[in-house]
């Protein structure tokens, strides 16, 4: 077998992504999420740290929705009908994309009450 570039490996990922937001409403749905995000963190001046805190959060929302897709993907190839161990693997896959949002969404409200709280009382 041939070993594979760095370059290569960087694009098919690359391409993994690009599929995913072509193809899984939800992984868009996380990427505007993801924007907004952004765009409040811009204008609440965040600190350094809750930048980190919120790319942290971000990355592990997106990623965690990258792997319920891949396991999908891989459930369904290897058992087009219906079957309960099918079941429990896609669904275990979706639980761990609601357990990262759950936890995304905490970290969120950490960062931004304050901040929008003092945009309100002004």
Same mark, same amino acid.
């Given at each position: 077998?041939?070993? @594979? ?6 694009? *098919?990922?690359? /391409?993994?992504?690009? +599929?995913?937001?072509?193809?899984? =409403?939800?992984? =868009? ?11 409040? #963190? ?7 740290? +809750? ?7 971000? #990355? ?14 891989? &459930?369904?190839?290897?058992?087009? +009908? ?8 896609? +669904?275990?896959?979706? #639980?761990?994309?609601?357990? *990262? *949002? ?7 409200l950490i960062v931004? &009450? /304050? ?6 009382? @002004?």
């Amino acid at each position: 077998m041939k070993k @594979r570039t760095w370059r290569a490996v960087f694009f *098919s990922a690359a /391409e993994g992504i690009a +599929d995913t937001f072509r193809t899984e =409403r939800n992984f =868009r749905i996380h990427v505007l999420i993801t924007c907004i995000i952004i765009i409040a #963190g811009i204008l609440c001046h965040v600190s350094a740290v +809750d930048w980190m805190l919120l790319t942290l959060a971000i #990355g592990m929302v997106l990623g965690a929705e990258l792997m319920n897709t891949g396991v999908e993907a891989a &459930v369904d190839l290897c058992s087009p +009908d219906w079957h309960p161990f099918a079941k429990k693997a896609k +669904d275990a896959a979706a #639980g761990a994309v609601l357990i *990262s *949002s759950i936890v995304a969404i905490v970290i969120g409200l950490i960062v931004f &009450v /304050e901040p929008f709280l003092s945009w309100f009382t @002004r």
